[in-house]
């Protein structure tokens, strides 16, 4: 399976007036055709920011990209998305790269119908006429699961429920066969049967048109049901990045240990006491010449206040940032 | 005893930094002024009008009452004919503009201090009743004020003037009362925000009573909000007294110098000797724009959500 | 094994929102928000009450404290009546029943030093004065039990992160020495390696005083580790209550059972090979709730009689109330034979 986007050492940073703001350091992962990406983190993971970055959707002032590439192949050949202009980038979103975010309020134009919103992007960015855009849309719609479509195309946002809004987004972003879509936590805002029902839709989509997808969320169950591949983002770094089940069953990493373990799990038969991560994020102002991680860190040793660990090879296709080795319980012969 | 909360980044961090330096320092100093760069100019000329104000005998010689005929439409110092006398040169009746101009910023920020203190007592009152009580009575109380509102303005003045006489009080009254309504609706509006706010809740459920609620909660999250308005409303006052100067309906010229009076009087003196206008007109232009740009800032430093959490 | 005492006794508790439309008219239709609820808590236990938006259940923990004034039902603390009572009465008695809210952000007055908010509920109910050194003893023996340096007690809300804000607001709701504190959706505002710092902390509270919960959450996970029994909840009624494993192993509502299958477990096994049940549809408006069982528009075993007749809420085994007209009948009401989760990992 050929990689479609491969990004390399991405640095995002925030010039705000209290203090530059280390949003992104170094992330790298790549993204074969057709493949399920989750990355995951909690608030100042950086997980939306790299994005965003990706995107051109970050704000240039006080946002800057300092240093990376992200190499794309899209229809029109190889590209480096952190070099586009604002033009090719727009041609690009929507087009080549779908995208979902969390809010369908926000991001839904309220006083458009739906119906002009999903055939806007056909019009831009496939070339349709009207009337071809409308049809396309109607059969769009019945897709994602929205009942009586011909009547829908004429509604507007606001007589919509969440879900059914989400569905709007989710068309807008497949309209026009993307190589790509990139999911901003669409589901976190929604009821969990919604929730459900729009992964259960996620997931058909993804296999009817074999579209490569970068899921973001904080949710370890909705990963586990999703994913082939998680990396896992922490103080705006990779911590670490594996197949799913490998990163479920053996964790090398101790925030993702401290992940795991501080979630309950509905087959639990007996309430054991949740364990916690000690501590809060990181501040992001301040750049760290340690492992962001260190002192919330059970194994914690003098290395990891001394150097910013890489990400090593510590298994097959798993990769980690970190000096402790778990399994043997000391530090890690290089 | 529960999960403890370890050292925190910052105390850890502080271990393994470097000293901020004193150039360190003045950078951020540095960086704080232009970030707040609004604030500091609008502060400093609101001490400026100030001190003019308090010190006025010490800054001019000059009597802002004397008549010298001899000595009238003289232009400013760094003209031709101009004397340091009269740096800002004289008007039609030879008294001095500099002094004249400095005398007005007692009347100015006279008008806009009584002015907004009236307007903001009055105002907030009844605001804060229209606010909590709701219902009936909040409907009422807003249909009184938007009444009050509509009423056109000059035709009020006027009538004010004409019944009770110029004078430096009534245009304080005036504006008090007419200003007012904006008070009162800023006022309602935050106190139906505040009143829906967590915190509020959160002491109903404790037992507060409503005197706990309005003296401990409301009022002062009203405060950041209000200072910020009044800031703007002085500015506006100031310019409205160079209205009503202008239309005549000010404090009268022999018991005060003020902006508006000197705007009217140079009026007719625009093309021939237009510094007579000129200076008060640049000094209302100042003081407003100075007390906006304090407005603008004050606003963003009250405001308890735009404050850097820093640890 | 003593019986575990009844601490709140909830009966056929209804809080309806009138909904005016013009300046004087009257109020035609209502929001049905709580319809008619009835529970038990006992002393030292945690109820959980979960369910989806619209279902209800913040309006029905702020009618239980009488911060919404309930539109008819009783509330019964320790055999008293809430409902009844003149607000002076219930003032007194509400120092013994606290709330813990959702929004750490909102909910903390920001003003206030940590000291003043934590010691407010002592100074209004006159345990202790403003400015005594007993009042600051206690804000730091409350801040240390939950947790924090005492030293911020000198502080300010926008100080503190999220998760030290519920903190203090759990310290607070702590102050006056409650039995019984509900909490409305304590940790959905925080991110997921604080939010079990917090419900550790709940569970050791709960341990070393006694005090009950009424945990109202929509993080079905969540809520089964920390409940004893839960109360499931869907427009404005109660559709299941039962202990916190029956629930799981053996739902008897068939809205329970389509909400276990939705819940995303963090097991890429077991996610992946599940069968699941998915609801369609959207939550009905509680503006406009339908007739008889107001779960038929999305029950896949409604039968007609469920279109309008309500089910009686009613025990089918001890322990084990439900409101489904299909529970004790021949059939039974599962939708889909047991999840594969429950027969063991």
Redesign the interface.
């Known amino acids: 399976m050929s990689i479609i986007l491969k990004v390399e050492d991405l640095v995002t940073k925030f010039y705000t007036?209290?203090g530059v703001v280390n949003a992104v350091n170094g992330v790298s992962f790549e993204l074969s055709e057709g493949e399920t990406l989750a990355i995951v983190g909690?608030?100042g993971s950086g997980k939306s920011v790299t994005m965003m970055s990706l995107l051109g959707l970050i704000p240039l002032p006080p946002g800057k990209i300092e240093s990376g590439t992200a190499a794309f192949q899209s229809d029109a050949g190889l590209c480096d998305l952190l070099t586009l202009s604002p033009e090719e980038l727009r041609e690009i979103r929507g087009g080549q790269i779908g995208f979902v975010f969390q809010d369908p309020i926000s991001t839904l134009n309220p006083i458009l119908t739906i119906g002009e919103q999903i055939s806007e992007t056909l019009i831009r960015h496939k070339g349709l006429s009207i009337e071809e855009a409308r049809e396309q849309t109607i059969k769009l719609l019945s897709q994602v699961g929205i009942p009586d479509p011909e009547l829908r195309y004429k509604a507007y946002p606001f007589q919509f429920?969440?879900?059914?809004r989400q569905r709007v987004v989710i068309a807008i972003a497949i309209a026009c066969t993307p190589k790509i879509i990139i999911a901003d936590e669409p589901t976190t805002a929604l009821?969990?049967?919604?929730?459900?029902?729009i992964?259960?839709l996620f997931k058909e989509l993804r296999d009817a048109l074999d579209v490569a997808v970068i899921w973001i969320t904080?949710?370890?169950?909705?990963?586990?049901?999703l994913a082939e591949r998680v990396l896992v983002m922490y103080g705006g770094r990779p911590v670490e990045i594996a197949a799913?089940?490998e990163l479920?069953k053996n964790p090398k990493h101790p925030y993702t240990l401290?992940?795991?373990?501080?979630?309950?799990?509905?087959?639990?038969?007996e309430?054991k006491?949740?364990?916690?991560?000690?501590?809060?994020?990181?501040?992001l102002l301040?750049p760290l010449?340690?492992c962001p991680f260190a002192?919330?860190c059970d194994f914690a040793f003098d290395r990891c206040?001394e150097e910013i660990p890489p990400l090593i090879t510590v298994g097959d296709q798993h990769r980690a940032a970190c000096f402790f080795d778990l399994e043997k319980g000391g530090p890690r012969d290089d | 005893m529960a999960d403890k909360e370890p050292k925190t980044q910052q105390t850890v961090d502080s271990l393994l930094d470097t000293e901020k330096t004193f150039k360190d320092r003045l950078a951020y100093f540095g960086r704080f002024l232009w970030r707040d760069r609004g604030g500091v100019i609008g502060l400093t000329v609101f001490l400026i009008v100030v001190f003019a104000a308090v010190f006025a005998p010490v800054i001019t010689k000059q009597d802002p009452f004397t008549q010298d005929l001899r000595a009238s439409k003289l232009p400013p110092a760094w003209k031709e004919e101009g004397t340091w006398e009269h740096p800002f040169g004289t008007d039609s009746l030879g008294k001095d503009i500099f002094s004249r101009v400095i005398y007005g910023t007692r009347v100015s920020l006279m008008v806009g201090l009584f002015g907004v203190l009236i307007a903001g007592i009055l105002g907030m009152l009844i605001g804060a009743i229209a606010g909590y009580a709701g219902g009936r009575l909040d409907a009422a109380i807003m249909g009184g004020v938007n009444l009050i509102l509509s009423l056109p303005y000059l035709l009020f003045v006027v009538f004010i003037a004409t019944v009770l006489g110029r004078s430096l009080i009534n245009v304080i009254l005036i504006f008090g009362i007419t200003d007012a309504p904006i008070f009162a609706r800023v006022t309602r509006g935050e106190v139906l925000r505040i009143r829906e706010s967590g915190y509020v809740e959160s002491a109903i459920s404790a037992g507060a009573r409503w005197p706990t609620i309005i003296f401990d909660h409301i009022i002062p999250n009203l405060i950041g909000p209000l200072i910020t308005l009044a800031t703007f409303e002085m500015s506006a006052m100031i310019f409205y007294e160079a209205g009503l100067g202008f239309l005549g309906l000010s404090v009268p010229p022999n018991e005060y110098p003020t902006w508006g009076n000197m705007l009217a009087a140079g009026r007719k003196y625009m093309t021939s000797y237009p510094w007579i206008a000129s200076f008060p007109g640049l000094a209302i232009m100042f003081t407003s724009l100075g007390m906006n740009l304090l407005g603008d800032w004050l606003r963003d430093v009250l405001d308890p959500r735009m404050r850097r959490s820093r640890k | 094994m003593t019986e575990p005492q009844t601490l709140v006794e909830v009966k056929d508790l209804k809080k309806h929102f009138p909904i005016t439309s013009g300046f004087l008219s009257r109020a035609k239709r209502a929001v049905k928000a709580v319809d008619g609820i009835s529970f038990v808590i006992h002393e030292g236990e945690t109820l959980g009450m979960v369910g989806e938006s619209g279902c209800g259940k913040s309006t029905a923990g702020r009618a239980i404290l009488q911060l919404h004034k309930p539109t008819s039902g009783h509330v019964f603390y320790k055999g008293s009546d809430l409902t009844q009572m003149t607000p002076e009465e219930l003032r007194a008695r509400r120092t013994d029943m606290q709330m813990i809210f959702q929004d750490p952000y909102a909910t903390l007055n920001p003003r206030h030093s940590v000291r003043k908010i934590i010691g407010e509920p002592l100074v209004i109910n006159g345990r202790m004065k403003k400015s005594s050194t007993e009042l600051q003893d206690r804000v730091a023996e409350l801040l240390e039990l939950v947790g924090l340096d005492p030293a911020y007690m000198k502080r300010f809300p926008h100080e503190f992160s999220g998760g030290q804000r519920q903190r203090i607001g759990i310290a607070r709701a702590l102050s006056l020495d409650p039995k019984f504190i509900v909490c409305d959706e304590p940790i959905s505002a925080l991110d997921v390696s604080i939010q079990a710092q917090v419900v550790n902390l709940m569970q050791d509270l709960q341990e070393q005083l006694g005090v009950a919960y009424l945990f109202i959450a929509h993080d079905l996970s969540m809520v089964k580790h920390i409940s004893h029994r839960i109360v499931v909840m869907y427009l404005g009624k109660i559709m299941e209550m039962t202990d916190r494993n029956t629930l799981f192993e053996d739902p008897l509502h068939p809205y329970t059972q389509s909400l276990n299958s939705a819940v995303p477990i963090p097991n890429p096994e077991i996610e992946m090979n599940r069968k699941r049940f998915i609801l369609e549809g959207d939550p009905p408006s509680p503006a406009n709730p339908p007739s008889g069982c107001v779960f038929h528009t999305r029950c896949p075993l409604a039968i007609d009689e469920c279109i309008t007749v309500e089910p009686e809420f009613r025990e089918i085994t001890p322990g084990h109330f439900t409101a489904c007209h299909l529970a004790d009948r021949k059939g039974g009401s599962k939708i889909i034979p047991p999840d594969p989760v429950r027969k063991g990992s």
């Open positions: 007036l209290d909690e608030s429920s969440g879900g059914m009821d969990v049967t919604v929730q459900a029902q992964i259960e904080h949710d370890l169950g909705v990963v586990a049901g799913v089940r479920y401290g992940l795991l373990g501080a979630l309950p799990s509905l087959e639990a038969k309430s006491r949740l364990e916690s991560i000690q501590g809060t994020p990181p501040d301040i010449k340690h002192w919330r206040w």
